[in-house]
């Protein structure tokens, strides 16, 4: 698959890793590959009976799709189809662009309210423990995913990324990351930027395990979640 036209060429930084990060992230793609399969696959056999009443209450509520799949960008600029349980109305993506005042990072690249009137009362609780996320265990399976990095991004936002930005897209995104676990939504894109670079270049199995064991408590305490 080849990257979308629409995006700005890509900077040479995401071509090969600079020789200073090879220490660290050269043999990281195989062991976080291996560390995906060991765990996603048990974890969504373990969970299907879950997904099965997630699935009956979102039908039940309106009757509309279950899933919400969207486009987003992986690794070197590449899209991938991702997934999500729905938690907004139906036409949710169409009355967006009413709401875009409330934006809580102002005029930035991403878009998060307080409180959205799109989100229906199944979606607010599954938002609330990250439970909506858990279809991406599929993504992760895939290769698109892996289950700590960056977040995907959509399209809408990398056109407008910086050089230093589009270094997120340096390695595969993920279900969790390190601002996840760390405010999630209540923190500003310039740092989530910052804290993606920072674990890219540091990034290893033992910060890998630790971020995956800090979700846990970040999840069930449920800060930053809208």
């Known amino acids: 698959m080849t990257t979308i036209s629409y995006l700005p060429a890509l900077p040479v930084a995401l071509e090969a890793p600079a020789p200073s990060a090879l220490?660290?992230?050269h043999a990281t793609p195989v062991v976080k590959r291996l560390l995906d399969l060991a765990l996603c696959g048990p974890a969504m056999l373990l969970l299907?009976?879950?997904?099965?009443?997630?699935?009956l209450l979102i039908k039940l509520q309106d009757g509309g799709p279950v899933f919400y799949k969207s486009t987003r960008i992986g690794k070197g600029g590449v899209p991938f189809e991702f997934l999500k349980f729905r938690t907004m109305?139906?036409?949710a993506d169409a009355v967006k662009s009413a709401l875009l005042a409330q934006n809580i990072h102002g005029a930035g690249i991403t878009?998060?309210?307080k409180r959205d009137p799109r989100i229906t009362w199944v979606g607010a609780f599954l938002?609330?423990?990250?439970?909506?996320?858990?279809?991406?265990l599929w993504n992760v399976l895939r290769g698109d995913m892996s289950l700590v990095g960056p977040r995907p991004a959509v399209p809408s936002e990398v056109v407008q990324y910086t050089d230093s930005d589009m270094e997120r897209l340096k390695v595969i995104p993920g279900i969790t990351c390190i601002w996840q676990v760390s405010g999630r939504s209540e923190i500003p894109f310039e740092r989530q930027v910052e804290m993606d670079r920072e674990y890219i270049r540091t990034q290893s199995l033992w910060m890998d395990l630790s971020l995956l064991?800090?979700?846990?408590?970040a999840v069930l305490h449920g800060k930053g979640a809208y």
């Not at 299907?48 to 699935?55: C, E, I, K, M, T």
């Not at 938002?127 to 991406?136: H, T």
């Not at 064991?213 to 408590?217: E, H, K």
């Open 127 to 136: 938002r609330r423990f990250s439970i909506d996320e858990l279809p991406q």
């Open 89 to 91: 109305v139906v036409n």
């Open 111 to 113: 878009f998060k309210i």
């Open 48 to 55: 299907s009976p879950f997904f099965a009443l997630v699935a």
């Open 213 to 217: 064991l800090r979700t846990i408590p």
């Open 23 to 25: 220490a660290t992230t």
